[in-house]
């Protein structure tokens, strides 16, 4: 079937290579893994949290705190769209993979279990 319908990545249009499956690799290697120092509460990234967030500490959530992966940028978009718009569950699974280790670095994690 590849040969009469190669597989092309589904953001930046190049074939796909073994492996690959509708979003190459190049375009993932564009997510930008936010590491380091996160705000507990929002869980944007940080370089000092002693003053408070700047992106939260005025605003009211109806939650004790979030994780983030990535920044919202054109890149991660484009796949949070082929997941929600497109269906494609493939681009879900992997983002699922990517924040799993970001939770397992996330030190309100240390004592969850499940």
């Known amino acids: 079937m590849d040969f009469v319908f190669p597989p092309f990545c589904s953001l930046c249009r190049k074939a796909l290579n073994d492996g690959e499956r509708i979003v190459c690799e190049a375009c993932w290697s ?66 699922g993979r990517m924040l799993a280790g970001a939770l397992r670095e996330d030190p309100r994690m240390s004592d969850v279990d499940l």
């Open 30 to 95: 564009r997510v930008e893994v936010i590491s380091g120092l996160r705000c507990p509460r929002c869980g944007a990234p940080s370089s000092n949290l002693e003053d408070g967030c700047p992106n939260c500490s005025d605003k009211v959530f109806q939650f004790s705190g979030a994780c983030v992966l990535a920044p919202f940028d054109e890149g991660t978009q484009a796949l949070i769209h082929l997941l929600k718009y497109r269906e494609k569950a493939s681009v879900g699974a992997r983002f």
